[in-house]
């Protein structure tokens, strides 16, 4: 009964998924899925990519949280579009919301939206948001072993980021193995490690995702 | 119509965690919920408070996790009985699942169950396991903002332990902002400073939770 219910929930998201998808290739804009625990450093990722980006990509931000809006808020400070969604209790956003918040976008003037999920290792990877590309953050004060306990998380990643490398020398951190462990369970990851404290890394990651989105340069 | 379901499952919870409050009760046993993000130091502060009170309670572990037994394998190997529930995807324990690991622990042989529910600052706060007390872990490295974005469970939380505070020359995190947030949402919440690489604040806080369960000296 309540798989049942699960599945239903599961294909209704993934008409949104479509229609969100449909939407934005007709627009040429290309939404990007930011997952990551509670406090592994989303905002200053996006932060940090805006900065990077912004001089050749029209860039847009969905933030979720499940209350409050300091992230939107944090973003248009940057004189950045961003659209703040509060779940109000919810573990993950869904397409329906995405689908909202891309009504209060001018998707004309944009190249991509970085959608930043709700802090959650668990159910934002079953979620379909009709993105392009997602990507999984992770700090290496959380630990090395992350990826044994939240295996589906890093399956659908299609690029890891490993923030807070400045912290490296007081955490018990073993890259070489948590490297192992992610190309084990997807070999196809790219891996970048970042520090956006320190503001090292992100020009490799965001000539990635500039590559990936299909705008470089 | 979700919400019905949501009602549903929230209500079958609640009548599985009135079973287990009482097999506990008879037993004369406490039952400990401890929630965090995921890499927040949960196992670590387990282990660090089995050393701390092992001479005069008796304690068992409940491990939660989406996959592996890495968690459990680590409490056995200190000698300690350690139940492994893998959810296989599902983001929170739920007390049906506490009421079966139950029945496998000797409960005449134990003053406390320690539950380490799996990594989410979200829908661990909804469930009641049939816990006694309920535990809120964060970590310096996650930053000051988290009581914003995550108020439930900060509300629900009995004690907040605030770990890695051996990071803190490293992180931007304002202590005394933190303190304010959370006791603005939880005026009663205990809060404790700890550090399990230093072997910092533990004393206080198993001596808090002994006397919270009624285990003292």
């Not at 961003?82 to 109000?88: C, E, K, R």
């Not at 802090?119 to 700090?139: K, Y």
């Not at 007081?170 to 193995?177: E, K, L, N, Q, S």
């Amino acid at each position: 009964m309540r798989i049942e219910v699960r599945q239903n929930i599961l294909a209704r998201n993934d008409e949104a998924a479509a229609a969100n998808r449909a939407l934005l290739a007709s627009h040429d804009v290309t939404l990007v899925n930011l997952m990551a625990a509670p406090g592994a450093g989303k905002t200053s990722v996006i932060m940090g990519t805006i900065e990077e980006l912004r001089s050749r990509v029209g860039i847009a931000v969905i933030e979720g949280d499940i209350a409050s809006e300091v992230d939107s808020l944090a973003i248009e400070a940057m004189d950045i579009p961003a659209i703040q969604i509060n779940t109000g209790g919810g573990c993950h956003l869904n397409a329906g919301m995405i689908g909202t918040a891309l009504e209060h976008l001018d998707l004309e003037a944009l190249d991509m939206i970085i959608i930043e999920n709700v802090g959650n290792l668990v159910c934002p990877a079953e979620f379909d948001l009709g993105e392009e590309s997602r990507i999984l953050i992770t700090s290496v004060t959380e630990g090395h072993d992350k990826p044994y306990k939240y295996p589906q998380i890093f399956r659908v990643a299609d690029a890891v980021l490993i923030n807070k490398v400045d912290l490296l020398p007081y955490c018990d951190f073993d890259m070489a193995r948590f490297r192992e462990l992610v190309l084990g369970l997807n070999p196809g990851a790219s891996l970048f490690e970042v520090s956006c404290t320190e503001e090292r890394g992100l020009a490799a990651w965001t000539a990635w995702l500039a590559s990936a989105v299909g705008r470089v340069g």
